[in-house]
C-alpha cells in the first residue's frame, strides 16, 4: 500500500462527492505547480480539518483564510520576510522558498519547501512554532506527514500531546451558503478564522478562550472594505 493508502485506512475520507479542482487553473493562479499528492488529497477529502486541529489550504475554501490561492499564502510569507529582514525571529528557509499550505487552531503555520522549484513531488514540509522562534521540518511530503502524526508515530514538538486522545478523524468544513439576492450577507463568527487573520495582522491573540473584543471587532470592520 502507499503512503495515501495508509492514510485513506486510518482517516477515511468524507462519504459524498467532493468536487474535483481545475488544478491546471490552481497551478496557474499560483504560477507554481504543485505537489501529486497534495492534489490527490484535496480531491479525497476536500476542504475541512484532521482531528479538529490541524487545516490544509484548499482551493475550494469557504473563506479566504484557509484558501491556497487567498490571501494568507502571500501575507504569511511577507510577515516572514519582515521577520528575518528584522531580526524578530529567526527563519531557517530562504522565505521565497516556502510557500503556506496549512495552518492549526494554535496559529502553527505549515509551508511546503519549495526547493527545488521545479520538481514539487520532492518538497518537504516545515511549520512554525506560533509567536515563537522554533521551527520544525518532515523530511517529507504532507501524505507522509499526515500519516506519520496521525498514526502516532512521529511527535511534532510544536504540537499539543492530546490531539490524537479524541481518535483520528477528518471534518469537513461548512459550505458557505449564498444569500438571497438583494440581502446583506451575514457571517458567524468562526473563532479559527479570527485568530488566523488577526495574526497575520500583528495581534496577540490567545490560543484558547475568548477572542478579545477589540479584535473581532477589527476582524468585522475588515470584511466589510
Given at each position: 500500500m502507499t503512503a495515501i493508502d495508509n492514510l485513506f485506512a486510518i482517516c477515511p475520507a468524507p462519504h459524498g462527492t467532493t468536487p474535483a479542482c481545475d488544478w491546471a487553473a490552481v497551478e496557474r493562479t499560483l504560477g507554481m505547480p504543485l505537489p501529486s499528492d497534495y492534489k490527490r488529497l484535496a480531491d479525497a477529502y476536500g476542504p475541512g480539518a484532521f482531528c479538529g486541529f490541524l487545516h490544509l489550504y484548499h482551493p475550494l475554501a469557504p473563506t479566504e483564510w484557509v484558501n491556497l490561492t487567498g490571501p494568507m499564502p502571500g501575507t504569511i510569507r511577507n510577515q516572514l520576510q519582515?521577520?528575518?529582514?528584522?531580526?524578530?525571529?529567526?527563519?531557517?528557509?530562504?522565505?521565497?522558498?516556502?510557500?503556506?499550505?496549512?495552518?492549526?487552531?494554535?496559529?502553527?503555520?505549515?509551508?511546503?519547501?519549495?526547493?527545488?522549484?521545479?520538481?514539487p513531488d520532492r518538497w518537504h514540509i516545515t511549520i512554525n512554532e506560533a509567536r515563537g522562534p522554533r521551527w520544525y521540518t518532515h523530511d517529507?511530503?504532507?501524505?507522509?506527514?499526515?500519516?506519520?502524526?496521525?498514526?502516532?508515530?512521529?511527535?511534532?514538538?510544536?504540537?499539543?500531546r492530546d490531539i490524537l486522545d479524541q481518535g483520528?478523524?477528518?471534518?469537513?468544513?461548512?459550505?458557505?451558503?449564498?444569500?438571497?439576492?438583494?440581502?446583506?450577507?451575514?457571517?458567524?463568527?468562526?473563532?479559527?478564522?479570527?485568530?488566523?487573520?488577526?495574526?497575520?495582522?500583528?495581534?496577540?491573540?490567545?490560543?484558547?478562550?475568548?477572542?478579545?473584543?477589540?479584535?473581532?471587532?477589527?476582524w468585522k470592520q475588515a470584511q466589510h472594505r
Amino acid at each position: 500500500m502507499t503512503a495515501i493508502d495508509n492514510l485513506f485506512a486510518i482517516c477515511p475520507a468524507p462519504h459524498g462527492t467532493t468536487p474535483a479542482c481545475d488544478w491546471a487553473a490552481v497551478e496557474r493562479t499560483l504560477g507554481m505547480p504543485l505537489p501529486s499528492d497534495y492534489k490527490r488529497l484535496a480531491d479525497a477529502y476536500g476542504p475541512g480539518a484532521f482531528c479538529g486541529f490541524l487545516h490544509l489550504y484548499h482551493p475550494l475554501a469557504p473563506t479566504e483564510w484557509v484558501n491556497l490561492t487567498g490571501p494568507m499564502p502571500g501575507t504569511i510569507r511577507n510577515q516572514l520576510q519582515r521577520d528575518r529582514d528584522r531580526g524578530t525571529h529567526p527563519v531557517p528557509h530562504a522565505p521565497q522558498n516556502l510557500f503556506p499550505m496549512g495552518v492549526t487552531d494554535n496559529g502553527n503555520y505549515l509551508f511546503w519547501v519549495t526547493d527545488p522549484s521545479s520538481t514539487p513531488d520532492r518538497w518537504h514540509i516545515t511549520i512554525n512554532e506560533a509567536r515563537g522562534p522554533r521551527w520544525y521540518t518532515h523530511d517529507g511530503g504532507i501524505t507522509d506527514f499526515l500519516l506519520a502524526v496521525l498514526s502516532g508515530g512521529e511527535s511534532v514538538p510544536l504540537f499539543p500531546r492530546d490531539i490524537l486522545d479524541q481518535g483520528v478523524y477528518f471534518t469537513p468544513s461548512a459550505p458557505s451558503s449564498p444569500e438571497p439576492p438583494g440581502v446583506q450577507p451575514t457571517r458567524a463568527l468562526n473563532s479559527n478564522e479570527i485568530r488566523a487573520w488577526a495574526r497575520a495582522h500583528g495581534y496577540e491573540v490567545p490560543d484558547r478562550g475568548r477572542i478579545p473584543a477589540t479584535i473581532v471587532d477589527a476582524w468585522k470592520q475588515a470584511q466589510h472594505r
